[in-house]
């Protein structure tokens, strides 16, 4: 294309907008989707002249041709009355106001002045006589005249394409396209543009006829197609999204659509056409039966079949949508409803997957336990269905009915079933479960046609996560072996040497890595040259003809332009405003104590600055988490190192190393304790303190926040300052009723701290009493954890080899090849314990393994689970563990309480069979509470009282009760003569009221109401 081109085609745009940007289909989607629903009367009016305006002005600063250089250049002569009047004219055609009335239809020009006349006559004769030279000079003087001559520019094309010069021709008539408004005449011009090449000008041709007939489809459909071939994605997207508004829902138009917005990465919008498209058929063909208007057969789905409900469950289970829950639904709604069973709705009130249970015929030795009333529904399921429903399972963290899909899927043969094998390992790996993934990594890499350098890179990731690092070694190995170029497999196989002491292999790997970035360096040199020789070829089209498929290359460029030296007195400058804050806050504290409102406020100001210094700070939030924090100028480097850097600098420590340990020592990173000049230590005491006074100040979700955040920084990686962390949560949470946050960092410390009491004692004391404290006590999530932590306790204690030590949770696990496998591994990944350990040689001296190992069984952990089920109303459960808790632990009054308790709401079920010896244990189990308590505490005899006055109101033996809590209230006014705390005296006072209102004996509840429950 020549320069004056290039300029012509820069100028022209496809909106009627006072902008200059070059004509080009993606500039013009979002005018085509306004288009879809404005009147016909709207769009030739406003659109078309506006464009010929441009086209126009474009044409004057450029050449038509050989013959006319220069000649629309002259100044133009406008009849301003006639410009002012043809405004008008358009205006109204646009709004639809004041429109003129025509009887014979649309006027395609102004009116022509009789010179023009003249001319066009002239230069029709030329034409008839095959001057063409003279008919080409008296349409330019035409056109010089009034440019919205429409037959002048029609001549004048039809001249060039009598000489042979068809690409001239087709600009011309693109021009007189414009005045005419003619949809067959753009449809035209359309093909001929893309017969010729020109497909961004096929493209702007296609719109125009769109605009002028917005019922022809097909120009949506020729449109996308062409944008499909050039790479403009973003314009096909519109146009489909165009045709779908004609025909909704329509799944030819919806997989055609589909790749294009996968491409585009916009999941959530084909998400939503297909939901959409799913619903409608649901509710048009509630049986999942439709008629084919082709073959007039009965088709399944009516089109709607199940490669669209996987296409569906897929987007909903991308990491980009996570949409996990949706995902599950579509499958099990959809096969419902493919099966003809759409109106078996109540399978949706079921949490788990037991609609589509298999026969245990089916898979011998494969049994699942459900529990509730309805039965397994075993209905058919197809293997892809199930791997959806697998995914989706693992993902959102049910491990168990994921792990259920996944062992059927992975029953089948993995010759036909090689990818959703992979993608079930993927799932699990995305989880760190890798003890689950290993094995699916393991048996597709077995056989050559399955395996993948994927498959083995992951293999070797989970053996390395699990602590495998001899086994990891050796398919790095593999994969070196198959591909000599992977220097990812070679960094890594490097580290695996050099955490095992063996620095000369290391080094070897990293020397042999140097060839590989030459070649690399090389290849990258070779296609930026290639890059920078590619040119747009010249072409006669009136827009630029490029493939808009790949995007430019953008050259990076640092965003500091400060010198070190410039850098370095910033941070002092910081670290002076700092130490002023944080001396500050330290002053102000002592007076916040005493109350003071406006001392706090100002507290509150100086310690948010110190917080959100510290929290912005990058260098204390790295992504390597296991590294301490090394100081702010540890070393000077580039802000982002490239791959050949890190291999580099590998082979370099690697020779250190092998040169001399001192050396080696010395290289080592620094660790610094301080922060712009205050310790970690009073760092964290600040965090608490200000997360502590917003909650007070009903502020509690910023002090969690901060919280939080605190536990990723790597100054507080080490387990102490994790623990004083997480008990900061659980305090602020308690204080603002946050039970399920308080919950949550009790399980973190009950995975950290493994065998240890204090944590389960911390739970009971943070879920003492109270509605939403039981409600948090019995969450499923807590009883499958303490059952977990049972199995591996009662392991510990009967067989200590079958439990080994997880170097990512840094806690013990049960062996891969239990019963339970997989289990811990997942606990561990649902609660982040291990994020701050990579690997177990990585694990400081304070996360290593455990050499504790309990060698008898604990009746805490036992009776703690018992008195979850007896919360949960799961009394025959309750009692099964308590008495286990029991018989460990037989001289325990709470046991013994417990176990009463559990009788009792026992018998009063109505599945109960043997209520009065349920009734006589419970007594004798508070008989023997009783003997424990008094004798190990004497002054609490009130408390043995109340608990059989209760025992004996829920019995219904109220005048038993009524002997029990008068006790009580004896004993409590002893101590209320001495000034001492009356312990139970309100709750029997109450309890004893109600059965004095229930027996009729107002006056004495009344009595009791004054004296002891009035304040």
């Known amino acids: 294309m020549s320069s004056s081109e290039e300029h012509s085609s820069d100028e022209m745009t496809d909106t009627s907008d006072n902008d200059s940007s070059r004509f080009a289909p993606d500039e013009s989607d979002e005018k085509l989707e306004d288009a879809v629903d404005a009147s016909p009367s709207e769009r030739p009016g406003t659109l078309n002249d506006g464009d010929f305006d441009r086209l126009v002005e474009s044409l004057r600063q450029a050449d038509v041709g050989t013959d006319t250089t220069g000649v629309l250049s002259k100044v133009w002569d406008f009849n301003a009355e006639e410009q002012d009047a043809e405004f008008k004219n358009d205006l109204r055609a646009a709004s639809g106001i004041g429109r003129l009335k025509r009887k014979r239809g649309r006027r395609t020009g102004p009116v022509l002045s009789q010179q023009v006349k003249s001319l066009i006559g002239d230069g ?38 009598d000489m042979g010069d068809i690409r001239k021709a087709l600009q011309l008539r693109i ?78 138009v919806l997989k055609e659509l589909r790749p294009i917005l996968i491409e585009l990465s916009d999941l959530s919008t084909c998400a939503s056409l297909f939901q959409a498209a799913f619903d409608h058929s649901q509710l048009t063909f509630p049986s999942g039966y439709g008629v084919n208007l082709d073959s007039s057969a009965s088709v399944s789905g009516a089109g709607f079949d199940l490669m669209d409900l996987f296409v569906l469950a897929d987007l909903y289970n991308t990491s980009t949508l996570f949409q996990y829950e949706k995902a599950i639904q579509v499958i099990k709604r959809g096969c419902r409803w493919l099966q003809g069973r759409a109106e078996q709705k109540y399978w949706d009130m079921c949490e788990d997957d037991r609609e589509y249970d298999i026969d245990p015929e089916t898979l011998p030795g494969f049994a699942i336990v459900r529990e509730g009333d309805l039965r397994p529904g075993m209905y058919p399921l197809d293997v892809n269905a199930r791997h959806r429903l697998a995914i989706a399972r693992i993902k959102m963290g049910d491990m168990d009915e994921g792990k259920m899909h996944a062992t059927i899927i992975l029953s089948e043969n993995v010759m036909d079933y090689a990818p959703l094998f992979a993608e079930i390992a993927d799932a699990y790996f995305e989880r760190e479960i890798y003890a689950e993934a290993r094995p699916v990594y393991e048996v597709l890499g077995a056989d050559a046609s399955t395996s993948s350098l994927h498959v083995l890179l992951q293999a070797a990731a989970c053996r390395r996560m699990l602590g495998d690092l001899k086994e990891a070694a050796e398919v790095y190995q593999h994969v070196i072996l198959a591909d000599p170029l992977n220097t990812d497999a070679k960094m890594k196989l490097a580290e695996i040497y050099e955490v095992l002491n063996e620095p000369r292999k290391a080094l070897d790997l990293a020397d042999d890595g140097l060839p590989v970035i030459d070649h690399r360096r090389r290849m990258h040199r070779e296609n930026r040259a290639g890059g920078e ?105 580039r802000s982002k190192r490239s791959d050949e850097a890190n291999e580099e600098d590998m082979a370099s420590r690697l020779q250190l190393e092998l040169e001399s340990e001192r050396l080696s020592q010395k290289g080592r990173l620094s660790i610094a304790n301080a922060f712009r000049g205050v310790t970690f230590d009073n760092w964290l005491r600040l965090f608490m303190q200000y997360a502590f006074l917003l909650t007070n100040r009903h502020q509690y979700a910023l002090a969690e926040e901060v919280l939080r955040h605190i536990l990723y920084s790597n100054a507080y990686q080490e387990t102490s300052a994790q623990t ?148 949960a109303k799961s009394y025959q459960s309750a009692i099964f563990y308590l008495l286990h808790a029991y018989d460990y632990c037989s001289n325990e009054p709470l046991i013994c309480l417990s176990l009463a308790v559990a009788s009792l709401g026992r018998a009063m079920q109505r599945q109960a069979d043997n209520r009065h010896h349920l009734v006589t244990q419970a007594m004798a189990f508070l008989s023997k509470y009783r003997t424990l308590r008094t004798e190990a505490r004497p002054s ?31 004993l409590a006014g002893d101590k209320l003569g001495r000034d001492e705390d009356v312990g139970l005296a309100r709750e029997a006072a109450y309890n004893l009221s109600l059965i004095y209102v229930t027996t009729g004996a107002t006056p004495l509840a009344q009595e009791l109401y004054r004296k002891w429950l009035s304040i």
């Not at 008296?138 to 394409?161: D, G, K, T």
């Not at 493994?754 to 499923?780: H, K, Y």
């Not at 170097?807 to 891969?816: D, I, T, W």
């Not at 043995?944 to 109220?958: K, P």
């Open 533 to 637: 020789e590619s040119m747009p070829m010249p072409s006669s089209s009136l827009f630029v003809e490029k493939s808009r498929g790949k995007a430019r290359e953008s050259t990076f460029k640092s965003k500091s332009g400060l010198s070190p030296a410039q850098v370095r007195a910033l941070e002092e400058e910081k670290e002076k405003e700092v130490i002023r804050g944080y001396s500050r806050v330290r002053d102000l504290w002592p007076e916040i104590m005493v109350g003071n409102e406006v001392t706090a406020r100002e507290w509150l100001l100086e310690a948010e600055k110190l917080v959100e210094t510290f929290r912005e700070t990058r260098n204390l939030f790295l992504t390597t988490r296991n590294n301490p924090f090394p100081g702010m100028f540890r070393q000077h480097r």
């Open 940 to 970: 609490r005899i009130d408390e043995v009282e109340y608990n059989f006055g209760r025992a004996f109101q829920q019995l219904g033996l109220h005048s038993h009760a009524v002997r029990q809590y008068e006790r009580v209230l004896q």
């Open 175 to 252: 021009m007189a396209a414009h005045l005419l408004h003619d949809p067959e005449l753009w449809e035209r011009l359309a093909v001929q543009s893309k017969e010729l090449g020109y497909n961004q000008q096929a493209i702007y041709c296609y719109r125009k006829l769109y605009n002028l007939d917005p019922t022809n489809v097909k120009a949506l459909l020729d449109r996308t197609f062409i944008a499909k071939e050039i790479g403009d994605l973003r314009t096909a997207r519109q146009s489909l999204l165009a045709v779908l508004k004609h025909i909704p829902h329509d799944l030819g």
């Open 724 to 871: 004083t962390i997480r008990l900061s949560i659980i305090t602020c949470a308690t204080k603002a009723r946050q039970y399920p946050a308080a919950l949550e960092q009790c399980r973190r410390l009950m995975n950290v701290h493994q065998f240890n009491n204090e944590p389960l004692r911390l739970l009971c004391a943070t879920l003492a009493s109270g509605l939403r404290q039981t409600d948090s006590f019995i969450i499923s999530t807590l009883q499958k954890h303490m059952l977990r932590e049972m199995k591996i306790h009662d392991t510990a204690v009967k067989d200590r080899e079958a439990l080994r030590w997880g170097p990512v949770g840094r806690r013990y696990v049960l062996a891969p090849g239990g019963p339970n496998k997989g289990e811990e591994a997942d606990d561990a990944a649902g609660d982040d314990v291990g994020d701050a350990i990579q690997n177990e040689t990585e694990a400081t001296p304070d996360t290593g393994p455990n050499r504790f190992l309990p060698t008898r069984h604990n009746p805490m952990l036992i009776g703690l689970y018992g008195q979850i089920c007896c919360a």
């Open 124 to 161: 029709n004769q030329a034409y008839v006589d095959g001057d063409l030279q003279a008919c080409i000079h008296a349409m330019l003087e035409v056109i010089r005249i009034e440019p919205r001559a429409a037959s002048a520019w029609s001549v004048l094309a039809q001249c060039h394409e």
